[in-house]
């Protein structure tokens, strides 16, 4: 049982819009910042997003981030078919850990 | 550029402990965290611990505590990361990533599959 709260799946078609929610508590995404990552099969996972919304260099602008309260969001828009792919969200936890969620695998129909 | 390499893949028994180091490279190494996650088959991330290689100080999760151990040598900039009393659960890939305090930025290592089997 992760302690941020990710759906399992979400899919969409190409050229449309997913949105991924990552739910957590006071103790972590309330008071702390949160990342994203980006992980294809086999592979290390790749930093999409940081302090809830900023991109590092090379991340494409269809990506963004967003944090309200002890949610956040993360959204695709112009899906395109390279995005399939697992995307996990982190934040610092008052209990001294990063804390992930736990994934949610990402669909291109 | 920024280049962190893990050593190679292991096999360990149950009960043993593996010890995977880490090499960082293409920047300054006492400036960031070195932060562990590994990933069990077909599952997502666990956060393992991260340590400060500038003074040494490691932060460790509370379900690891106990078996894992973060230590660096900043004379080779490498970072070793030790499990000790593996079960097969302990069975996944073992990544470092380079990041600050609370978080892992985009360098990570390739990972270190390690197998628990008898």
């Known amino acids: 049982q992760s302690v941020l709260t990710q759906p399992p799946s979400a899919s969409a078609t190409p050229g449309q819009s997913v949105t991924i929610s990552c739910s957590g508590s006071?103790?972590?995404?309330?008071?702390?910042?949160v990342s994203w990552y980006q992980q294809f099969p086999g592979t290390a996972p790749k930093l999409l997003m940081y302090?809830?919304?900023q991109r590092p260099s090379g991340v494409p602008d269809r990506f963004s981030g967003s944090k309200s309260g002890t949610s956040a969001s993360l959204a695709i828009t112009g899906l395109q078919s390279e995005d399939e792919a697992s995307y996990y969200c982190?934040?610092?936890?008052?209990?001294?850990?990063?804390?992930f969620g736990g994934g949610t695998k990402v669909t291109v129909l | 550029q920024v280049q962190l390499v893990q050593s190679g893949a292991e096999v360990k028994k149950p009960g043993a402990s593996v010890r995977v180091s880490c090499k960082a490279s293409?920047?300054?190494?006492?400036?960031?965290?070195i932060h562990w996650v590994r990933q069990a088959p077909g599952q997502g991330l666990e956060w393992m611990g991260m340590?400060?290689?500038?003074?040494?100080?490691?932060t460790y999760t509370q379900k690891l505590q106990g078996r894992v151990t973060l230590t660096r040598d900043t004379s080779t900039t490498t970072v070793y990361m030790e499990l000790i009393g593996l079960t097969f659960d302990d069975t996944g890939v073992y990544y470092c990533?380079?990041?600050?305090?609370?978080?892992?930025?985009?360098?990570w290592g390739l990972g270190t599959l390690v197998t628990v089997s008898s």
């Open positions: 990533a380079r990041g600050t305090y609370g978080a892992a930025d985009e360098n």
């Open positions: 293409g920047y300054t190494f006492t400036h960031y965290f």
């Open positions: 340590v400060n290689p500038s003074s040494g100080s490691t």
């Open positions: 006071s103790s972590n995404i309330g008071s702390e910042t």
């Open positions: 302090n809830n919304n």
């Open positions: 982190a934040s610092w936890d008052a209990t001294l850990n990063v804390v």
